[in-house]
């Protein structure tokens, strides 16, 4: 049988074949929770925000325990480097 010239496919198509990588999510691990003992919990991960104007005034921005970004002393975290596998399975998780 004799294929037809709409058989083909072509190698172009319609939508992007670019993959947009999200923005490198960034992550601490706590190291102190004095006076919040509710929403942190040290030697856990947190999902960093950025917030340049917090961090002028030494704070940093967490996802805490409530799943909710607060503003929390940035001598209670410790920024720390994770592999981009493992950073896109936290972020993922971690909402």
Do not use: W
């Amino acid at each position: 049988m004799k294929r037809t010239t709409s058989a083909k496919k072509n190698s172009r198509s319609n939508g992007s074949s670019k993959k947009h990588k999200p923005a490198t999510a960034r992550f601490a691990v706590c190291i102190s929770n004095r006076d919040y003992s509710a929403s942190l919990e040290p030697r856990k991960i947190y999902r960093v925000l950025p917030d340049s104007e917090a961090a002028g005034r030494g704070l940093v921005r967490v996802i805490d325990e409530s799943g909710e970004d607060y503003l929390y002393p940035g001598d209670y975290f410790l920024p720390i480097s994770l592999p981009d596998s493992v950073q896109r399975a936290l972020a993922s998780m971690i909402q």
